[in-house]
């Protein structure tokens, strides 16, 4: 069973303009969830989203920022459950900004899944990454 996300995406422009859609709290929450996210190693944040109790989903991720290299390398840990303080998927999203000609290559891997109970969740966010990615590529291109 494969336990990693991967997904890649072009961006005509700089890594400037597109670490600013990794970090800005609000930009952030136009193409993924309301938080609270500052690009501090160590700070302690949330997403929050409406729970999905089909997935057993309580609507709160739990972060810590792991890494913050502008414009380079982002990465903070990911974990969520069902609540009442049950954990079900224990991982790190790392996003990495490599330079190309003509603009930007964005890299995701969400990845070192210590718990993984829950593949419903896992699956859906396979599929949600891709989408967000997607909507990052939209609204940037919309400036």
């Known amino acids: 069973m494969r336990k990693e996300i991967n997904h890649k995406l072009f961006f005509p422009q700089g890594p400037n303009e597109v670490w600013e ?36 989903f309580d609507g709160v991720v739990y972060c810590t920022v792991l890494e913050a290299k502008p414009f380079e390398k982002l990465s903070y840990s990911w974990k969520c459950g069902p609540g009442v303080g049950k954990i079900t998927i224990d991982s790190v999203v790392t996003w990495t900004l490599i330079p190309r000609d003509g603009g930007t290559e964005l890299q995701l891997d969400h990845s070192a899944f210590k718990v ?10 396979d599929q949600g990454w891709q989408n967000n990615i997607n909507k990052i590529y939209e609204l940037i291109n919309k400036q």
Request: hydrophobic share 50%.
């Open 21 to 56: 859609y990794l970090t800005n709290p609000e930009l952030m929450e136009l193409w993924l969830m309301k938080n609270d996210f500052q690009p501090v190693v160590g700070h302690a944040f949330q997403f929050r989203s409406n729970p999905a109790p089909s997935i057993d």
């Open 116 to 125: 993984m109970e829950n593949l419903m969740i896992f699956t859906a966010m």
